[in-house]
C-alpha cells in the first residue's frame, strides 16, 4: 500500500499511517508552545511521528524557541535571586563552583548553569537564612551587619540550648 510505511520506532507490521494538518504541543520546563499545520506519519502501535520535511522544520524551531525562552527565564531567576541574597557574581560563583565568572556567564546566557545550580538557588530564594550555613566566611559581609547576623544566631542557638536544659534539674 502506498499510504502505509513500516515504523522505524516499534517495527510494527500494520505500518504507518498518514496523519495532516494537526496541531502538535511542545512542552520545556513548564513552558508550552503550540505547532500547528503539521503533517507525517504515525505509528498506530507505538505513537511513534515521523514528520514530512517542512513539518520537521517547523517543530524544531519552535523546539529551540522554547529552549531559548526557557534559558532566559532561567537566567533572569538567577539573578533576582542573587541579587535579593545579597551576593555579589564573584561570591555566588565560590558557592556553586564553574569557575570566578561562572555567574557573568549564566546571566549573560553565554553559558547554563548545571540543573543543581537552579536548585540551590531556588532553595535559597525560598530559605534564604540557609545561606549562612554554606557561605564560606570570607565571603561573608564585612563590618557591623555580618558580626550582628553571627552574634544573633549565637544568641538564638544559646536560647535553644537553655530551653531545653531547663528540663534538667541544676
Ligand atoms: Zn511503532
Same mark, same amino acid.
Do not use: W, Y
Given at each position: 500500500?502506498?499510504?502505509?510505511?513500516?515504523? #522505524?520506532?516499534?517495527?510494527? *507490521?500494520?505500518?504507518?499511517?498518514?496523519?495532516?494538518?494537526?496541531?502538535?504541543?511542545?512542552?520545556?520546563a513548564g513552558l508550552r508552545k503550540t505547532v500547528d499545520g503539521l503533517s507525517g506519519w504515525r505509528c498506530g502501535a507505538c505513537d511513534e511521528v515521523v514528520f514530512d520535511p517542512e513539518s520537521a522544520r517547523l517543530y524544531a524551531?519552535?523546539?529551540?524557541?522554547?529552549?531559548?525562552? #526557557?534559558? *532566559?527565564r532561567e537566567q533572569k531567576e538567577l539573578k533576582r535571586i542573587r541579587q535579593k541574597l545579597d551576593l555579589t557574581q564573584q561570591a555566588a560563583a565560590e558557592i556553586t563552583g564553574g569557575g570566578h565568572?561562572?555567574?557573568?556567564?549564566y546571566e549573560r546566557g553565554t553559558a547554563q548553569p548545571?540543573?543543581?545550580?537552579?536548585?540551590?538557588?531556588?532553595?535559597?530564594?525560598?530559605?534564604?537564612?540557609?545561606?549562612r550555613e554554606i557561605l564560606p566566611r570570607r565571603?561573608? *559581609?564585612?563590618g557591623g551587619t555580618a558580626?550582628?547576623?553571627t552574634r544573633s544566631t549565637q544568641a538564638r542557638r544559646r536560647t535553644v540550648r537553655s530551653a531545653g536544659s531547663q528540663k534538667i534539674p541544676l
Open positions: 500500500m502506498a499510504n502505509r510505511r513500516s515504523c #522505524s520506532a516499534c517495527g510494527d *507490521k500494520r505500518g504507518m499511517a498518514r496523519f495532516e494538518n494537526e496541531r502538535f504541543t511542545i512542552e520545556h524551531a519552535a523546539g529551540d524557541e522554547l529552549l531559548l525562552q #526557557s534559558r *532566559k565568572n561562572a555567574f557573568s556567564r548545571l540543573p543543581a545550580v537552579m536548585n540551590l538557588f531556588r532553595i535559597l530564594d525560598r530559605h534564604p537564612e540557609l545561606l565571603v561573608r *559581609k564585612r558580626s550582628a547576623t
